[in-house]
């Protein structure tokens, strides 16, 4: 099936460093790609939504300056937590939705957890 | 706004219990409903889906029915096991202009013991 990798798995990082989160689509080309944030216990927010080519689209109250997403070809999206502070720790997803349209299954990646010191 | 309530965990059952785990949704549209399971160390999958109202969704022995006069979708398992020992998500999408774009519900963390 559909296989989403999503690099790294988890991360340390020390605050005011910047942090890239990479998530491929092995199989199959995805035209959209969704980036989710996931506090404990509580549910995935997505924070935006990126197509191929252009520029993402972003959720109410998430910082576009500071979640930079990048997806520049079919099969990666890049998310950059730029200048990260210990509030930014959190598990972050990405999914993505091959060519076939609104009703495409979304693939997830396994996530990556990231602790800011 | 969209909204998916699940019912809170951990849940913890023994093998061959019946599963019960609650989800209602606030949406002003019609949504698609959905159950995702997320093993350790891995991604979300799609567990099953309903697409309208009176739909059931099944997979695996699992079952959910889309119940719009009470606004839930909660997932059932006659006879669980302890592979299905996972983080179960409910999901709903609201409509074609929406996207692909999914609102979750809280997760609910299964242990099923031997």
């Known amino acids: 099936g559909a296989v989403v990798s999503q690099h790294p798995s988890w991360v340390i990082c020390k605050s005011g460093t910047s942090v890239k989160i990479e998530c491929r689509s092995l199989?199959?080309?995805?035209?959209?790609m969704f980036w989710y944030r996931q506090f404990p216990k509580q549910s995935l927010m997505l924070m935006a939504t990126s197509n191929e080519g252009s520029k993402a689209t972003y959720e109410q109250g998430v910082e576009k300056d500071k979640f930079l997403i990048n997806h520049a070809s079919l099969t990666l999206s890049t998310l950059t937590v730029t200048s990260a502070h210990p509030e930014d720790s959190s598990f972050y997803i990405c999914s993505a939705r091959g060519t076939g349209g609104y009703n495409s299954p979304l693939h997830f990646g396994n996530g990556t957890r990231l602790t800011v010191t | 706004g969209n909204s998916v309530t699940q019912m809170e965990g951990p849940v913890t059952l023994s093998e061959e219990a019946f599963l019960t785990i609650n989800c209602t949704y606030t949406a002003t549209g019609y949504p698609s409903l959905f159950w995702y399971v997320q093993y350790p160390g891995e991604g979300l999958q799609l567990l099953l889906k309903a697409t309208k109202a009176d739909d059931k969704g099944s997979n695996k022995g699992f079952e959910a029915t889309y119940r719009k006069e009470t606004t839930s979708f909660h997932l059932e398992k006659g006879s669980v096991q302890v592979s299905d020992s996972a983080v179960y998500f409910c999901a709903l999408r609201e409509s074609e202009t929406s996207g692909s774009r999914l609102t979750f519900g809280e997760g609910t963390q299964l242990t099923v013991n031997p």
């Open positions: 199989d199959f080309q995805a035209t959209t």
